[in-house]
């Protein structure tokens, strides 16, 4: 990825498309852009497989919308996230199509990670000095888990459990590489 990445970003130097002070940067986002999608391809052509692409689906939204928020587990080479990832979101999904969480379980699995994932940017506010970016984030965290929120009661509308069951395993999942990160940083 890394010399796509670079082949890409040399390309545009040369062209004069960007700067060559801004290589790194636009290095970078390429080279995480290409992660990212490939992440995205490997997770969807498994649970394609498997019949569990709305799932996945809900999964990534999920997760991408609530983890950047909280933090959790970061590994060290892309092939160890590319490969947890997959496993992750996919694993997560099979055993949601196997055992679905009854609605009210699901329901308060959501309503409880979402206020302690709200708890924790507040917590945030207070005792860090980045104030003006926590308050931005903690807005953005609330708006993101009330959207969510609001998601879950228009699919109870629609009966779709299952989905309710995912949105409670992936938000379970996010706030347990959170609590795992912050163990394992600790250690």
Same mark, same amino acid.
């Given at each position: 990825?890394?010399?796509?990445?670079?082949?890409?970003?040399?390309?545009?130097?040369?062209?004069?498309?960007?700067?060559?002070?801004?290589?790194?940067?636009?290095? %970078?986002?390429?080279?995480?852009?290409?992660?990212?999608?490939?992440?995205?391809?490997?997770?969807?052509?498994?649970?394609?497989?498997?019949?569990?692409?709305?799932?996945?689906? =809900?999964?990534?939204?999920?997760?991408?919308?609530?983890?950047? %928020?909280?933090?959790?587990?970061?590994?060290?080479?892309?092939?160890?996230?590319?490969?947890?990832?997959?496993?992750?979101?996919?694993?997560?999904? @099979? &055993?949601?199509?196997?055992?679905?969480?009854?609605?009210?379980? *699901?329901? !308060?699995?959501?309503?409880?990670?979402?206020?302690?994932?709200?708890?924790?940017?507040?917590?945030? !506010?207070?005792?860090?000095?980045?104030?003006?970016?926590?308050?931005?984030?903690?807005?953005? &965290?609330?708006?993101?888990?009330?959207? =969510?929120? @609001?998601? &879950?009661? =228009?699919?109870?509308?629609?009966?779709?459990?299952?989905?309710?069951?995912?949105?409670?395993?992936?938000?379970?999942?996010?706030?347990?590489?959170?609590? *795992?990160?912050? =163990?394992?940083?600790?250690?």
């Amino acid at each position: 990825m890394e010399r796509i990445a670079k082949k890409i970003t040399k390309y545009l130097c040369n062209q004069k498309m960007i700067d060559e002070v801004d290589y790194e940067l636009y290095k %970078y986002g390429f080279q995480s852009g290409l992660e990212l999608i490939l992440c995205f391809a490997g997770s969807f052509l498994i649970a394609g497989l498997m019949g569990t692409h709305v799932n996945v689906l =809900i999964f990534w939204m999920i997760f991408f919308a609530v983890r950047s %928020y909280i933090g959790g587990i970061h590994l060290k080479k892309y092939s160890w996230c590319f490969a947890f990832s997959c496993l992750i979101s996919n694993g997560i999904s @099979l &055993v949601n199509k196997f055992f679905i969480i009854p609605v009210k379980l *699901s329901s !308060l699995i959501i309503l409880g990670t979402s206020l302690y994932i709200i708890r924790k940017n507040l917590l945030k !506010l207070r005792l860090e000095d980045n104030k003006a970016e926590n308050s931005y984030f903690l807005k953005r &965290v609330v708006m993101h888990t009330f959207i =969510i929120m @609001l998601a &879950v009661l =228009i699919l109870y509308s629609y009966s779709c459990f299952e989905y309710i069951s995912q949105c409670a395993y992936t938000m379970l999942i996010i706030v347990i590489s959170a609590l *795992s990160s912050k =163990i394992m940083v600790e250690n």
